[in-house]
């Protein structure tokens, strides 16, 4: 009787991460910046990034100043389009990630809220200082 209930139990879990999974959406950065290491390399891509209230902060390499990151700001008030950072650099504003699935989606459109306050994406192009 007690694997029939773990069994099932086991069974209404998975449906239902399945069920809540599939109309999630997420506020996500830029997966790169317009800032080019160089034709061969490409963009400067997402190192990390930082969520508070309703604001994101996306950061990329810099490739004008070795070492240090550039910030891209976008805000729910200001319907997601760039609130801080270089325009020249920073993309004009964030994107949707359906279904909340890859490491650049800090921002959970359905609850609505930070899906954490920070987190780390370290893709191509994102350690290249």
Known sequence: MARLVLAAALIISHLLTISTGVNANCEACPNCDWEVYSPTAGDACLN???????????????????????????????S?????????VCMSE?????????PNNP???????????????????????
Request: hydrophobic share 25%; proline share 7%.
């Open 48 to 78: 990390y990034w930082t969520c508070s209230g309703d604001t994101i902060t996306c950061y990329y390499p810099s490739v004008a100043n070795p070492g240090t990151y550039t910030g891209c700001s976008y805000s729910a008030s200001a």
């Open 80 to 88: 997601w389009t760039l609130t801080a950072g270089p325009t020249d």
């Open 94 to 102: 964030a994107g949707v990630n359906s279904k909340c699935e890859p």
């Open 107 to 129: 921002y959970n459109l359905g609850i609505p809220g930070c899906t954490a306050s920070y987190g780390y994406d370290g893709g191509v192009n994102s350690g290249l200082l």
